[in-house]
């Protein structure tokens, strides 16, 4: 109950009329009360917007980053999710904007009204008893449960646990050393020559490894191209873009075995002339979607813990009937 409920609810039952003064003071802190409480609020809502809208980015960047299809999938979807999160905590917000509000004018109106009434001669018995048993149930009332201390040692354990893992999962990267790595095929492009033509060749592959790793290498400036590989005469095991900043993230998730393979490839942009190489390489092979679909839930619940908390911390301080 907020400081003033008291002395106002006695100014209902009082006969005497209350001092000018003492209602221009209790307008004032009913004002000052309810728009601190709003401000608080706001001050949720605008900390869960800017968290939503730097994860909005950050994804948005690797989204147009990335050259895996399935990892812009997971991305998109995780972009959709934050965006429609914004939308649900502004309607939290304004249903709450709209609760204060409207408890404000009523409170009001009862300063209003307990300014009025002793001219009457003050409340009638019924009415009064009416109040004080509203007074005892308010009094009774049950207060918003607060966590227990094992809820807490849970919740503090799983945020560290989803830190950590965030951690390790954003840290561990494909392995694009080329220490022993083979060379299967190379092939100098020249914007000039080759820009916006869709070529073809074949290459052999002698010794088999992991997986491929093709790497686009501009002179200078920016690169990127559209490639398919795949054993001759059989349906392509890659299709999709690559430039220059896939050597830190790309590998084909198919090995190189043995026998004879056909590339093909249409560059697309190109400051200067660039080299086109495929390595085999025997690093294991990360499945990118499982790992980024982890590093977004770990991500998640180090965020939502945080603001979930303080978002109780704040509602219960504010009114215990909105924390429970």
């Given at each position: ?123 009638s018995a019924p009415d009064d008893i009416a109040l004080a048993a509203g007074d005892a149930a308010a009094d009774e009332r049950p207060k918003a449960p607060w966590p227990t201390l094992p809820w807490r040692i849970a919740l503090g354990l799983v945020w560290l646990g989803a830190l ?83 050597r830190f993230w790309f590998r084909t998730t198919f090995g190189a075995t043995a026998g004879r393979y056909v590339i093909r490839a249409k560059l697309e942009q190109a400051g200067a002339g660039c080299t086109l190489r495929v390595y085999g390489t025997d690093a294991p092979k990360i ?38």
């Amino acid at each position: 109950m907020d400081p003033f409920e008291h002395e106002l609810r006695n100014a209902l039952r009082s006969p005497a009329p209350m001092p000018a003064t003492d209602v221009v003071r209790l307008n004032q802190q009913i004002a000052r009360e309810y728009r601190r409480k709003q401000r608080v609020a706001g001050r949720i809502l605008w900390v869960f917007l800017a968290g939503s809208l730097a994860a909005i980015l950050f994804m948005y960047w690797l989204f147009f980053d990335t050259d895996d299809p399935k990892l812009t999938l997971v991305l998109a979807i995780g972009i959709i999710i934050a965006f429609e999160g914004t939308v649900l905590m502004k309607l939290w917000f304004w249903v709450l904007h709209s609760k204060f509000a409207t408890l404000r004018e009523i409170k009001l109106l009862q300063v209003l009204i307990a300014e009025r009434l002793p001219a009457a001669g003050g409340l009638s018995a019924p009415d009064d008893i009416a109040l004080a048993a509203g007074d005892a149930a308010a009094d009774e009332r049950p207060k918003a449960p607060w966590p227990t201390l094992p809820w807490r040692i849970a919740l503090g354990l799983v945020w560290l646990g989803a830190l950590a893992g965030w951690i390790y999962c954003f840290s561990v990267r494909p392995d694009t050393s080329l220490d022993n790595a083979v060379l299967y095929y190379e092939k100098t492009l020249e914007p000039g020559r080759d820009i916006g033509k869709e070529w073809s060749d074949i290459f052999e592959v002698k010794q088999g490894m992991n997986c491929f790793h093709p790497i686009l290498k501009p002179a200078a400036g920016h690169a990127q191209a559209q490639i398919k590989v795949g054993p001759e005469g059989k349906p392509y095991n890659y299709q999709g873009p690559l430039n220059d900043h896939s050597r830190f993230w790309f590998r084909t998730t198919f090995g190189a075995t043995a026998g004879r393979y056909v590339i093909r490839a249409k560059l697309e942009q190109a400051g200067a002339g660039c080299t086109l190489r495929v390595y085999g390489t025997d690093a294991p092979k990360i499945d990118r979607y499982p790992h980024a679909f982890l590093l977004m839930i770990l991500g998640g619940i180090v965020v939502a813990i945080p603001i979930v908390w303080l978002q109780y911390r704040a509602l219960r301080r504010l009114d215990p009937d909105l924390a429970r």
